[in-house]
Structure formats: structure tokens, C-alpha cells
């Protein structure tokens, strides 16, 4: 089946650092990536589609400045948290879009990646 | 507003026991809807699509458009299906876009 990957799982970082978030495809192509954000208790937030090759697009209230996506190949799209602040410490979780046979896309979700600033 | 409502965050019943884990939702146009699971520690995946219409591990999902509902069944829970199951809809009949509700967790009792 189809495998989405994400570096690191989880990651600790200073305020005022950056932090990047790798999403992978392994097995698969995928011209689309979505970015989630998930709060503790809380629902997946859909932060910003990533499609290969041009700019993502930011739902409202998402800082494209602040949480910069790059999607430069088929099977890999990066969300960079730049400048990060305590605020920003949450569950970072991607997906990326696949056909299934009969040619309905499926989005497979990766693990999630932990960021807590401090 | 395109909205997803799951209106309870916790829903515990006994093994063999009926469930029914509940989704409204709120979109003027012809949503596609989803049903995700997340065991524990382990990724979202994808349990049911209504335009699939299948059933997967027992478990059931209908459209009802009148009532704007996508209610999750199962006639007989296992302790296995003991998970976090998200109701969600995609505005635009694929897959992209996709916006979840808040979620509830089931717990099957033994």
C-alpha cells in the first residue's frame, strides 16, 4: 500500500529557531501534499496544500511566511517553521494524495511530527 | 460554513454491544464524505468513503442527505476497533480539501 513518511517524529527547538518537517511518498508519486496541524484533543487542522512544482496554497489565518512549503519533487514536500514560538508547538501531520484503482484519490496520512519550542 | 460535527468525544460500550459513533454535517453543495481511524500510535488511515459504499471491518456508513448525517455503524464492536475515528468531508468530491471533526474515541470493553 501506499507509504507516507515524515522526518524527524518529534523535535525540540529554541524560540526563535527553525524547524523543518520532511514528508515523503515512498512508493508512490504524489503531485499533492497536504499540511495538517493537530492541537491536543483536537481535530486535524488543514494548514496548506502543497502541490509539486508551484506555490502551496495557505488556508486563512496560516502564515505562509511563517510556515514555508516546498514541494520540489514528486515524492517529497518540506514545511519549514521559521522563527518558531512556543505558540507554534504542535502535531505537524502531512498526507499525500494517491489514485486508488478505479482512479479515486485517497490521501495517506504519515505519522506526524512533534514540535515543542521552548 | 463547511463544518463537521461529531458530537461525542467519547462513546465506551461493551464487546458485542451495537455502535453507533455519530456525524453531521454542514455543506450547501454534494460533499464527499470520509470516515477515518487512528488506532493507537499508529497514522490516520482511511476506514470508509460513502461513495464506495462498502462496508470495511464490519463497520457501515450511510448518507443521508436529508438529515445531513454520515452515522458510523458497527452491529457487533470488537475490542479491536477500540480507536479514534474522525467523520470527514471533502468539498469538492475528491479528496483534497479535506475537513475533519473533532473526532471521537471509541472504547470497547471486554
Known amino acids: 500500500g501506499a507509504v507516507v513518511s515524515q522526518h524527524p517524529s518529534w523535535v525540540i527547538c529554541k524560540s526563535g529557531t527553525s524547524v523543518k518537517i520532511e514528508c515523503r511518498s515512498l512508493?508512490?508519486?504524489?503531485?499533492?501534499m497536504f499540511w495538517y496541524r493537530q492541537f491536543p484533543k483536537q481535530s486535524l487542522m488543514l494548514m496548506a496544500t502543497s502541490n509539486e512544482g508551484s506555490k502551496a496554497t495557505y488556508e486563512q489565518g496560516v502564515e505562509k511566511d511563517k510556515f514555508l512549503i516546498n514541494h520540489a519533487s514528486l515524492t517529497l514536500s518540506t514545511l519549514t517553521v521559521t522563527s518558531a514560538h512556543p505558540e507554534d508547538s504542535s502535531f505537524y501531520i502531512c498526507?499525500?494524495?494517491?489514485?486508488?484503482?478505479?482512479?479515486?484519490?485517497?490521501?495517506?496520512f504519515g505519522p506526524g511530527t512533534r514540535l515543542t519550542v521552548l | 460554513a463547511q463544518r463537521v460535527t461529531q458530537p461525542e468525544k467519547l462513546l465506551s460500550v461493551f464487546k458485542g454491544a451495537p455502535v453507533e459513533l455519530k456525524c453531521n454535517y454542514s455543506y450547501s453543495g454534494s460533499p464527499e464524505l470520509f470516515w477515518y481511524v487512528q488506532y493507537s500510535r499508529q497514522r490516520l488511515q482511511l476506514l470508509l468513503r460513502?461513495?464506495s459504499r462498502e462496508s470495511i471491518k464490519g463497520f457501515t456508513a450511510d448518507l443521508n442527505k436529508g438529515e445531513t448525517s454520515f452515522h458510523l455503524k458497527k452491529p457487533f464492536a470488537q475490542e479491536e476497533d477500540s480507536a479514534m475515528y474522525y467523520c470527514a468531508l471533502s468539498p469538492g468530491g475528491s479528496q483534497g480539501n479535506l475537513i475533519f471533526g473533532k473526532g471521537t474515541k471509541l472504547s470497547v470493553k471486554p
Open positions: 498526507s499525500a494524495l494517491s489514485p486508488l484503482a478505479g482512479g479515486i484519490d485517497t490521501q495517506y
Open positions: 460513502h461513495i
Open positions: 512508493d508512490f508519486q504524489a503531485t499533492t
